[in-house]
């Protein structure tokens, strides 16, 4: 089955402490990206990548760290240096052959709370 | 810079009505792509149509439609013969195009279908 795969579902991070969200895609888009949710608001992007080893900041980046090695993976790293974690983290991606390419296709999400 | 807005307090639906959920945009960009998402409870956000600046016919996806006003810029989701699962947020974004064009996100709409 293609899809976008997100892990942990729930993450709990304790105070100083870096953790890691995983995105893996088995749809060979070439786009990813990371988006943060708060309650009762839209989608800000934090990171994305339109190819293998590049990726850019996007609009919260501060306090968090991507990787791009491999085409189907997209981690990030939610570091010590963000103040205020807690949030609701969707991974997407884009490139496909549907029309148009540049639509976006998330993952299920992952729910990073702070203890 | 690209502003979504989508001021609608929460809407109630019967089920098996039609229901318009607005959305207005802002950008200076001719050319430019309006997506409509909808996430349930369970938090995956969900592609449901897409429109294109210069398609001069409104899309249609099955029970969605996208009625497409440019020079209002606004860019409504019809829903028709409303079911009880598509009670969810639904968010409007739009994507400029061109190198690094960023996904911008409206703050969302929550509609609840009454049996």
């Known amino acids: 089955d293609g899809g976008i795969t997100q892990s942990p579902k729930y993450l709990f991070r304790k105070e100083g402490q870096n953790v890691t969200l995983s995105c893996e895609q088995n749809?060979?888009?070439?786009?990813m990206y990371w988006y943060r949710q708060d309650p009762g608001q839209g989608l800000r992007l934090i990171y994305y990548s339109q190819i293998v080893n590049d990726f850019q900041k996007g609009d919260i980046a501060e306090g968090y760290s991507v990787s791009r090695e491999k085409k189907e993976s997209f981690p990030l790293t939610v570091t010590s240096a963000q103040k205020n974690p807690t949030a609701f983290y969707l991974c997407?991606?884009?490139?496909?052959?549907?029309?148009?390419?540049?639509?976006?296709?998330f993952g299920p999400g992952t729910r990073l709370l702070v203890l | 810079a690209q502003k979504i807005t989508q001021t609608q307090p929460g809407m109630f639906v019967q089920e098996k009505e039609a229901v318009t959920l607005d959305c207005t945009y802002d950008t200076s960009d001719q050319s430019y792509g309006l997506f409509w998402y909808k996430q349930p409870s369970s938090g995956e956000m969900i592609f449901l149509i897409y429109q294109g600046s210069y398609d001069e016919q409104n899309a249609t996806e099955g029970r969605y439609s996208l009625n497409f006003q440019k020079a209002r810029k606004s860019a409504n989701l019809v829903i028709s013969a409303s079911q009880l699962g598509d009670s969810a947020m639904y968010f409007c974004a739009m994507r400029t195009t061109g190198a690094n064009s960023k996904l911008t996100f409206g703050k969302g709409i929550t509609l609840s279908v009454r049996p």
């Open positions: 749809l060979n888009h070439d786009a």
């Open positions: 997407a991606t884009s490139g496909g052959y549907r029309v148009p390419q540049e639509t976006q296709y």
